[in-house]
């Protein structure tokens, strides 16, 4: 997978590295835009065409938001820090935070999005019917007289698994296949990953936002390029470079928080609890005779060691999660600042020449922010225990 260091470079995507200032006197309009170069690939590397996770509308309702936002945050700099009767910083404040979470729901939805949620219902809808058949399989064998009935009532229970099996399998390859055509490198093998790790449900979500949030700069570049490029197009744009990466820094500081206020305490609880039951297990096993209650014994030791080292395993994988986020963020972070100074650049009328590059080399520099992913599972067992404790972790 890729490496999160060079995670989220937007402003570099969008060709700010490469910005200069010219000796231009103070005031001078800003120089148009160049129209992005087309991508260059290397002759083994076909371009594979993309299309968006999201709808036209949608991403003319949120381009639309975007440009409200940064008017906003144009005319906030102008507005008082509290005033009685007329409108002051914290109005300004309040309406922003309702664009953005207005904007976040735009770019968090998705068909790929749509179809993993199929996937975790028809999961957590599994779960329940495996423990009814469990139930029904229990009351047949044990039952008096006619098994019939019950018999019966057990095969139509172990079909219901069968297709709420098929469903789920369906629903991950379908978010698979929405994923993929938008650009993602994520192969079946991952989305198998990602679906036995609790991280997986953050990862997707993750994807989803990033690669609708590339869509609408695509949109506002592309818009950008084909008019004059004067200085109020590049001063909407470059808010909106500030905007979208405001949302990106928001949607990876979430994702650490789940990792360590969530998941990883929740880990360390499971590690805990099945050290003490193996060293009571151990004890017991020492001063036991009885060949049965040895048995039990030795695969209760079993069983535990199997606990202990998944959720060792699982731990190293949040925390490789939790440093891949941390990089991420930090490099979002700076990224945030660049894009606050140039869009501050353009606002004053200083000559800011731009390079805004293709679709292609913007979404492949935002695209190891969308892969912190887990490598696939090399043993079955362990994939198991995984989705074993991610279903404790998601209360399944």
Excluded: C
């Amino acid at each position: 997978m890729a490496d999160a260091r060079s995670t989220l470079r937007l402003l570099a995507a969008a060709g700010l590295a490469g910005s200069f200032l010219s000796s231009r006197p103070s005031g001078a309009q800003p120089a148009p835009v160049r129209p992005p170069e087309p991508a260059v690939r290397p002759p083994t590397e076909p371009q594979r065409p993309k299309e968006p996770l999201i709808s036209d509308e949608a991403i003319r309702e949120a381009i639309k938001d975007i440009g409200r936002l940064v008017d906003i945050e144009s005319e906030r700099a102008k507005l008082p820090d509290e005033a009685w009767f007329s409108r002051d910083k914290k109005d300004a404040d309040g309406e922003i935070a309702a664009l953005l979470a207005e904007l976040n729901g735009v770019v968090g939805n998705s068909e790929a999005l749509k179809h993993w949620t199929e996937m975790r219902n028809r999961q957590r809808e599994l779960v329940g019917k495996r423990a009814e058949l469990d139930r029904l399989a229990q009351d047949a064998e044990l039952a008096s007289g006619d098994r019939a009935e019950l018999n019966a009532r057990v095969e139509a229970a172990r079909g219901a698994v069968e297709d709420l099996k098929r469903q789920a399998d369906a629903a991950k390859r379908a978010a698979y296949s929405s994923l993929f055509k938008s650009g993602s490198d994520l192969d079946e093998k991952h989305m198998d990953a990602l679906a036995a790790t609790v991280v997986g449900d953050e990862i997707v979500d993750l994807v989803t936002r990033t690669t609708n949030l590339v869509t609408l700069l695509e949109r506002l570049r592309d818009a950008v390029a084909k008019g004059t490029g004067g200085a109020e197009a590049q001063r909407r744009y470059y808010g909106a470079v500030v905007a979208v990466q405001k949302m990106a820094l928001a949607a990876q500081r979430r994702y650490l928080e789940r990792i360590e206020g969530r998941y990883g305490p929740f880990v360390d609880g499971i590690v805990a609890t099945a050290g003490k039951a193996l060293e009571q297990a151990t004890e017991l096993r020492r001063s036991e005779s009885n060949p049965e209650r040895l048995k039990v014994l030795e695969a209760n030791i079993k069983a535990q060691k199997l606990t202990m080292d998944t959720a060792r395993l699982y731990k190293r994988h949040l925390d490789a999660q939790g440093r891949q986020a941390r990089t991420a963020i930090a490099e979002s972070e700076r990224s945030l600042r660049v894009a606050e100074n140039t869009r501050q650049t353009v606002a004053i009328g200083l000559d800011l020449l731009a390079t805004i590059t293709s679709s292609d080399e913007l979404f492949k520099a935002i695209q190891p922010l969308q892969l912190p992913v887990m490598q696939p599972f090399n043993s079955d067992e362990i994939e198991r225990a995984f989705q074993n404790l991610t279903t404790q972790m998601n209360g399944f």
